[in-house]
């Protein structure tokens, strides 16, 4: 099977190519008698002086790059010692044993991954750590191997790309290679052969990605492999290309920084952990620039660009400074992205970057309601999405929640762990693995119209501008913060009928959240309805889809509780008519997934509706969500109560007691005609009459 080809100016560079591409400059006399020497074909003294230039100039490059190994965890099923023997964590959970030499063509994993090399992190951290000759001898041998066997490689063409030096594996590599580079130089005594292979790798993957960015590509591969091409500029500006390599890297990078963006700051690839990764081509060129000479007047619209993007992470991280488990991203510690902001703002500046810590935000732009009723660990915080679809890295569905309280996860839904390659990859992009409202027996419609006998128009980029996918975004949304509740209420259409699939229909589905922050509970209401017929259309069957770190368990009709770990969340379903069931379960846990990290396991409840027969009209589900301290079931209730006029789950009226009140809630999302509640008109969306300390304050909500 022929290998995917490249132009031999990439993987094939000659030696007399090398030294050719290679001018002297000023900085000292080493780099000018290296090439004299190359070009005279003294191969050993060429590299030695080549070596020793590079060795003082980029003294201060190899600080901050050895700082950044020795400080960044290595999450690895592999040892130093292991990489000593060949055992290699090829990819996610993937370990190969090798013998003398690596097969590079290794094929029982994903092949990109593998060709990465973070495998080699954790041999180049002992290396710094230690100066150990056996590792400088393991490291140097692996990467002479790998640039010999960079024209040896079967593999299908999957993507087109060259294992070697395809975009993404370019920026990977090069953040693996080149702090190891420079550690090996510092330390003396680099193999010829070795060196040679840094060197000719180096500038196959510059002149690879100098190829590639051809135009602008919206999405992390484009800004990653223009950070990776700006560095190798910068770091290297011997070579002759290095200010063609670097006008092109910067120009698509200010691109990015226009429109990959939305204006809150997010990676509209909408994925926390894939949004930090895309920022990293930004960071990078920012980080690479200050000890290479600059940006100059782009200086500023990279601080700007930077600096906005890192609030919208304090504004969207967890009170413990979690990820939510969202899209592509697991569930996951996001303390370093944090941490990694502060060279970029004052350094008096707070820890979440001048971002209230307490505020609750509509990030309209990129489509997240963040809900907190504090600042500190125990606050009360959920996440609600209803953001158009954004392509492969976010979620292909909307208004999940995830609900954290006393410093846990309470309510956290599943989300991809491990490789692709994981059997229940798919099932966790699935709109029933996710917190929200599903209609049973209907498929979310991720297409463009199909008419028979025709395929769909193929879907180029990232997804998230094209015209087909409006339907997959939260329509209306409706937001108020008070401080004592916020309200948010949207729909979407993403359930459409289609000629494949005789049962489905245009429907609707409606989440409307008001947050109670004294004491600090949700009342969750969905409704979903036939669009075109409005409350006269099919009856639907319905399952509002809860997932938790702890196992769910039914208390009581209508009641459910996760099982303690200090915090606790229950479930208490309104008695409206024909809750057919409660199903709880397991999803997965850690033996059964061995891809997951933090918060390794997960549980499943379902509650589930259907009407009788005769019903015609919207069918819906509504919760109470009570985050509790310690063992047994909290002293809380919900009940419905009458409201005159209202269509059956169009619109709700309810009191909720807590130990804090009697607190009664009036919805009615759509703002339907003729609804009062108590003889009073509700012709808002929302109000809310809070009883504390025998007072009652009345709330509009919108």
Known sequence: MATVRVPESVCRIHESGLWSAMQADAAGPELGEAIRLGRGGRKAEAYRRLGEYHRRRLAGELSARREQVLTTPVRTLQTPEDLLRHRVATWHTTVAEFGEEIDWNFAETDQYGFHYLGWLRPGTRRFMET????????????????????????????????????????????????????????????????????????????????????????????MVGCGALFTLARVFPEFKEAGAWEERALH??????????????????????????????????????????????????????IRNAYRWYAKTLGPTEHMPAYGDGELGAGKALLDAARPYFPKAAPRRLGVAPAKSWLLKASGFAILRNGGGADAVYANLNFGQFAGWHAHMDLFNLNLWAFGQPLLEELARFGGYGEGLSLLCRAPESHNQLTIDGMHYDNTSPIVPGQNSPPITGCGWDHPTFAHLAGRDPVWRSTPEVDFFTAWHGAYRANWREPQTIDARVRRTVVFVKDPGYLLVSDVAWETASNNEGPNLAVTQNWHATRPFEVVGPGRAVTASNSAACLLAFAPEPCLRRLEAGTDYTHDEAPGARDYPDRYYLRARRWMPVEHRGATGVTVLLCPCKGGGEPAVGIETLPLEGAPLFRAGAFAVTTPRGRDVIALNPDRLPGISFQKRAVSRRGQVWLQRRGRTKTLTCA
Not at 275 to 280: E, V
């Open 252 to 305: 698509y990078l200010k691109q990015h920084l226009a429109e990959d963006f939305f204006a809150d700051g997010c990676h509209k690839e909408r994925c926390w952990g894939y949004g930090h990764m895309s920022l990293g081509g930004i960071t990078e060129t920012w980080q690479v620039a200050r000890r290479h000479g600059g940006l100059g007047a782009d200086e500023p619209l990279f601080r700007r660009g």
């Open 131 to 222: 100066g150990d000759p056996a590792y400088r001898d393991c490291l140097t041998r692996i990467v002479a191997s790998y640039y010999r066997a960079r024209n040896r490689l079967d593999h299908p063409a999957k993507h087109g790309m060259h294992l070697v030096f395809n975009e993404l594996g370019c920026w990977a590599k090069n953040r693996e290679l080149l702090p190891l580079y420079l550690e090996l130089l510092a330390r003396g005594d680099l193999p010829t052969d070795a060196h040679e292979a840094f060197m000719k790798l180096f500038l196959g993957f510059a002149r690879s990605l100098f190829g590639i960015q051809n135009a602008y590509h919206p999405g992390n591969w484009q």
